[in-house]
């Protein structure tokens, strides 16, 4: 199983950018998907989460109605795009894969990562 992350990159506040979380490896169906972000000396956080079929997205309350995750079958990615970035989204950007559904926010509950890809918001 392999995830790759990529997509990261600086921007000020207010700009967007958009993530992707590339997977290979297996089938995901019945997998779910998220996304989670650790900035410096702070603890890895849960940012948004859906089933591999594109369903049933969830997000932590400081992203809701500025970021969205989807699933593009085409590309066969979960991405996750990012509106009005504000500084404090600055964080090492990870994607993550679990089995299973229900909304899980804790880290350890997702089995596989991807490397991380780094997003600098500067005020």
């Known amino acids: 199983v392999q995830l790759q992350a990529s997509g990261g990159g600086l921007v000020q506040a207010g700009d967007s950018l958009r993530l992707a979380c590339a997977a290979s490896?297996?089938?995901?169906?019945?997998?779910?998907v998220g996304w989670f972000r650790q900035a410096p000396g702070k603890e890895r956080e849960f940012v948004a989460s859906?089933?591999?079929?594109?369903?049933?997205?969830y997000y932590t309350d400081s992203v809701k109605g500025r970021f969205t995750i989807s699933r593009d079958n085409a590309r066969n990615t979960v991405d996750l795009q990012m509106n009005d970035l504000k500084p404090e989204d600055t964080a090492i950007y990870y994607c993550?894969?679990?089995?299973?559904?229900?909304?899980?926010?804790?880290?350890?509950?997702?089995?596989?990562w991807g490397q991380g890809t780094l997003v600098t918001v500067s005020s």
């Open positions: 993550a894969a679990r089995q299973g559904y229900g909304l899980m926010a804790l880290p350890t509950a997702f089995s596989y």
């Open positions: 490896g297996r089938s995901f169906s019945g997998y779910t």
């Open positions: 859906i089933r591999w079929s594109g369903t049933y997205p």
